[in-house]
């Protein structure tokens, strides 16, 4: 392997989609990482957390030797061989810790004495985190931003990802930003997605040009905060709205948050499983607004949604889903999101069906 230099080139780690293997312990990677990062660490939980106690009772010196007498044999062989892998994959990628310092430096070392010479992020995870927070403040301050809404089930991300320069807040938080918005798979630690966030918007601003397209969202995404900067400057942003007619609509939420989250579900628990998870999963999020929808409301849908599970569970007909899409639409949907609509209308630049909107946004 050609010997390369350590760098503190972090943008473009970010615009390139450098693989990073982040040495740090798993407690650490898990808090947050970077989205081409890869935990291979130098120590695990329970090592590191010993050797932190030494560290603060007995000083740096015996932590080192601590540290290596829990990371010998055996088990520096595994480490060795797990880095040496992700090295041997990834000939163009970089390791880091967190400050760019003992642990980075040592596993270095050992993979010089393996035969291998690969190069450190200096400063480390903190580095690059701090890079991160400042590049997303300055992309939210200069870039030009044009927000895609519409009401519930006119597709807005399938239209969004299809515009010149999008940054999709949904995808990056994996949650459909609604009380049905949530998927199989978990969401992203708050730091997780303020890294997505701020490598997407550096992409966004660095390879493009023009506007840079979001969707109209609220604060929380699930449970992932956008910055209040953002917040900010998408409350003041040009809206184009998307427009479908009513059963469009309900097709799309049908295919959405039946079909392909019954698919998914059994994909991940198999079929038994996956189809009562799948249940779960749609009452669950009717609850959840009981209250906005008030309980008579909310006790009618949930019984024709119980209708339609059971229908679809016995005879795999899909048709009464349409009886609860439609009614959660039109008596609670439709009517928020137009109250809503009615205090931007002077924002509003444009509105259309998908090819108007993709039309006027490329040419």
Not at 28 to 46: I, R, Y
Not at 98 to 107: A, E, I, M, N, Y
Not at 208 to 228: I, K, N, T
Not at 314 to 322: C, K, N, Q
């Amino acid at each position: 392997m050609t010997s390369r230099p350590d760098t503190d080139d972090y943008l473009s780690l970010f615009l390139n989609d450098i693989p990073l293997m982040d040495v740090r312990a798993p407690v650490e990677f898990s808090k947050g990482s970077f989205p081409t990062a890869v935990n291979a660490p130098l120590m695990n939980d329970e090592e590191r957390h010993r050797v932190g106690i030494r560290y603060k009772e007995q000083g740096q010196d015996s932590a080192i030797v601590l540290g290596h007498q829990l990371v010998a044999g055996d088990i520096k062989a595994q480490r060795i061989e797990a880095w040496k892998r992700f090295t041997l994959a990834n000939p163009d990628g970089y390791l880091f810790c967190f400050r760019g310092g003992l642990r980075s430096r040592l596993t270095q070392q050992w993979l010089r004495d393996a035969g291998i010479d690969y190069p450190l992020v200096k400063g480390g995870y903190k580095a690059l985190r701090r890079f991160l927070i400042d590049a997303l403040d300055a992309a939210i301050a200069s870039a030009d931003f044009r927000i895609l809404s519409g009401r519930t089930g006119t597709g807005k991300t399938r239209v969004l990802n299809q515009l010149p320069n999008p940054v999709d807040l949904e995808g990056l938080a994996n949650h459909r930003g609604s009380s049905f918005g949530r998927q199989v798979t978990g969401q992203p630690t708050q730091i997780d997605f303020e890294n997505r966030l701020a490598v997407a918007m550096l992409k966004a601003t660095h390879h493009h040009q023009g506007p840079v397209y979001l969707e109209d969202e609220s604060r929380l995404v699930g449970r992932c905060a956008l910055p209040e900067a953002l917040r900010a400057r998408m409350a003041e942003a040009p809206l184009l709205i998307l427009e479908r007619p009513l059963e469009e609509r309900i097709a799309i939420i049908r295919e959405d948050y039946v079909e392909s989250m019954l698919a998914d579900y059994i994909a991940r628990d198999g079929d038994t499983a996956g189809w009562h998870n799948f249940c779960d999963y749609l009452l669950s999020a009717l609850d959840r607004i009981r209250k906005r929808l008030g309980g008579d409301r909310h006790q009618h849908l949930r019984a024709m949604m119980t209708a339609a599970l059971d229908r679809q569970h016995s005879y795999g007909d899909l048709s009464l889903h349409h009886d609860w899409i439609r009614g959660l639409l039109e008596d609670y949907y439709d009517p928020m999101y137009d109250y809503q609509l009615s205090q931007k209308q002077g924002r509003i630049i444009l509105r259309g069906g998908p090819e108007q909107l993709l039309d006027a946004a490329r040419s």
